[in-house]
């Protein structure tokens, strides 16, 4: 008897145990919220899918199953890399964000979404298509590299010069940290999923490609349609009226300023 209870001492689980589940658990859980509604998740339930039909065929003794099923999942480790290869980075950008910094005042933080609403509403109404991508947590240095160094304050009237039709840089995106702006006529990855809307052209889906690798706020105007669109965790939202712009800047805006994105953090292109 002593012996069988000897065995179960496994189910007994140690402090250091319990917090080896805990942080597996947590891990587990911020990769789900972090690849939930994306592809990603749509293919891992495929692959879950395909671990079921291998267990099956190893219960039922399926032999020609289950080497075809072994011999996918051995290159198929490699093949997930490259298909998952934005999500991943994306992934583990997100997982590095630190929170432990100071928090920017709100005079700062309200004359930088007014600037925003007032440079966006002043494009639509002028029928000139834009695209201003707001760093947050993530840097966007890289994509900063893509275009022309401006290294100036934000404001509405230099967002109308930049995107001007006659500007060599109009058809490039706008990058913005802080209250600065800075770089112009940057180049954004295009988004690889589908648009329900068929009316959303390149603009959008350079402004959905880039808020799925990073959490940039991306403020995109249509040339066509003069509509103001944002896109945000590689979602849009259309069709935004100047309110609703204030309301989802003011909700994300803190989470760029406790990164500490003031002009004095910042390096040129």
Do not use: C, K
């Not at 972090?34 to 592809?39: A, N, Q």
């Not at 072994?70 to 994306?90: D, K, S, W």
């Not at 230099?158 to 039709?165: D, H």
């Amino acid at each position: 008897m002593n012996g069988f209870l000897e065995q179960l001492q496994f189910l007994r689980p140690a402090w250091n145990d319990l917090v080896e589940i805990v942080i597996v658990f947590l891990l587990v859980y911020r990769l789900l919220l972090l690849i939930r509604e994306t592809r990603a998740m749509q293919m891992l339930l495929g692959v879950l899918l395909l671990a079921g039909l291998y267990l099956l065929s190893v219960i039922l003794d399926f032999s020609l199953i289950r080497r075809l099923l072994e011999a996918l999942f051995q290159y198929g480790a490699i093949a997930a890399l490259v298909v998952f290869q934005p999500e991943m980075r994306a992934a583990l950008a997100r997982l590095g964000q630190s929170r432990l910094v100071t928090v920017l005042g709100s005079n700062r933080e309200a004359r930088i979404v007014d600037r925003l609403v007032e440079g966006a509403t002043l494009l639509a109404r002028s029928g000139v298509g834009a695209i201003l991508a707001v760093q947050m947590e993530i840097g966007l240095r890289e994509y900063a590299r893509t275009g022309r160094s401006v290294q100036a304050v934000l404001s509405p009237e230099l967002l109308g010069t930049i995107f001007a039709p006659s500007s060599p840089l109009h058809d490039g995106a706008v990058i913005i940290v802080g209250d600065t702006i800075q770089a112009a006529g940057a180049i954004l990855p295009l988004t690889q999923n589908p648009l329900s809307d068929r009316s959303l052209g390149t603009r959008h889906r350079a402004a959905i490609g880039l808020s799925e690798e990073t959490d940039a706020f991306v403020i995109v105007v249509s040339e066509e349609t003069s509509r103001i669109s944002v896109a945000y965790r590689g979602r849009m939202e259309t069709g935004v009226g100047a309110e609703r712009l204030r309301e989802m800047l003011e909700a994300s805006l803190p989470r760029a300023a406790s990164a500490g994105l003031g002009t004095s953090a910042l390096e040129p292109a």
